[in-house]
C-alpha cells in the first residue's frame, strides 16, 4: 500500500521502518528535520507526503499535533482524496478525534483512531498491540499494515473508543505503577531486600504486566524512556479532561498526576515514567535498587 507516515519519534521511527520492510510504498515527513527510514521517501511537509497516499498514517506527540499536520499550514488536508484513510496513532482527545473525523469526512476520507501498547521494544519488533476505532471496512483495510507492526488488533467500536479505551489502558498502567513504587519505597525504607520482594510478587496475585515489566529496568537504575514520563503525564491530563468531559470523578488519578507534576519539575520528564520512583525516593532518604547496580 502507498503509505504517508507523519512522525518519527520512539514509536514512529520503528513502525514506519516495519513497514517499508513488509514491502510497502512509504513516505515519511518528521517535524524535526534529519530524521530518516531506510527505504522511505521523504517529503517537506505533511501535504506533500500524503500526496498519492492510500493511508496517512499519524504518531505525532498531541492533539495539537493532530491537527497541526492535518489542518494546518502544509498540511495533509489539501491532499485529500476520497477513499482516503487516515489512521492515527498518536493519544489523543477522544472528542476531539471524533471532531477531526468529522471534518475529513466531508472529502470521502475515513478515520480510524489506532494508538497501541507495547512500548518502543514493541515498535522495533512489530509486536505492537492496537487498540482501534473506527469503521469496520477502513479498519479491514487497514489489516496488512496493522500486520506489519504488531501482533493484535482489537477494535473497540467506531471513531473515537480506540483513543477513549488508551486512556482507561493508561489509567491503570500509572496507578498500577504508583502502588508498585510506593511499595518498592516502603519495604527499602524499612529494611526488605528489593529483590526478594520483586520474587514475592511474580509468586502471587500482585503480579502484573506493569511489574514484570518495569522491575528489571527498576533494579538496574535504569530509566532510559521506553515511555517518556512527559508523554504519561500527557495522557494522564487527556484522561482526567475526558472524565471531566464525561462526568466521571478519578480521585486516584488526580493525586497521581500530582506526583508527575512534581516529578516533571524535578527535571525528569524525559526519563521513562518510571522515574516518578525517584521522587518517592527523595522524600523517603531512601533508593530503590538490586544488588547489580
Known amino acids: 500500500m502507498r503509505v504517508a507516515f507523519v512522525g518519527l519519534g520512539i514509536m514512529g521511527h520503528a513502525m514506519a521502518t516495519n513497514l517499508v520492510k513488509a514491502g510497502h510504498e512509504v513516505t515519511v515527513w518528521n ?21 498519492g497516499a492510500e493511508v496517512v498514517w499519524l504518531c505525532v506527540s498531541d492533539t495539537d499535533a493532530v ?24 493519544t489523543i482527545s477522544p472528542s476531539a478525534t471524533m471532531k ?4 475529513v469526512s466531508a472529502k470521502g476520507v475515513a478515520w480510524v483512531d489506532a494508538p497501541m501498547t507495547g512500548s518502543k521494544i514493541g515498535a522495533r519488533d512489530g509486536t505492537l498491540v492496537f487498540i482501534v476505532g473506527g469503521s469496520e471496512g477502513p479498519v479491514e483495510q487497514l489489516k496488512p499494515l496493522f500486520a506489519a507492526m504488531g501482533k493484535r488488533i482489537f477494535r473497540m467500536g467506531d471513531t473515537g473508543k480506540g ?24 519495604a527499602t525504607k524499612l529494611g526488605v ?26 533494579l538496574q537504575r535504569d530509566f532510559t524512556p521506553n515511555f517518556p ?65
Not at 508527575?260 to 530503590?288: C, P
Open 31 to 51: 517535524r524535526t528535520p534529519g530524521k530518516l527510514v531506510e527505504g522511505a521517501g521523504v517529503a517537506p511537509n505533511p501535504g506533500a507526503a500524503a500526496q
Open 193 to 218: 531486600d528489593t529483590q526478594q520482594l520483586l520474587s514475592l510478587i511474580e509468586a502471587t496475585m500482585v503480579r502484573s504486566g506493569v511489574v514484570d515489566y518495569k522491575g528489571p529496568f527498576i
Open 67 to 90: 491537527e497541526t499536520v492535518i489542518f494546518g499550514k502544509d498540511g495533509v488536508q489539501a491532499s485529500l482524496t476520497e477513499g482516503m484513510i487516515i489512521a492515527d496513532s498518536s
Open 100 to 103: 477531526f473525523a468529522e471534518r
Open 163 to 186: 483513543q477513549a479505551t488508551k486512556l482507561a489502558m493508561n489509567l491503570q498502567i500509572a496507578l498500577i505503577f504508583e502502588g508498585f513504587a510506593e511499595a518498592l519505597t516502603l
Open 229 to 293: 514520563l512527559r508523554l504519561m503525564h500527557k495522557d494522564i491530563r487527556l484522561t482526567l479532561e475526558a472524565a471531566k468531559e464525561a462526568r466521571v470523578k478519578l480521585p486516584a488519578l488526580e493525586t497521581v498526576e500530582e506526583i508527575y507534576e512534581m516529578a516533571s519539575e524535578e527535571g525528569n520528564r524525559d526519563l521513562d515514567y518510571a522515574a516518578t520512583l525517584m521522587l518517592l525516593e527523595k522524600w523517603a532518604g531512601v533508593q530503590v535498587k538490586g544488588k547489580a547496580a
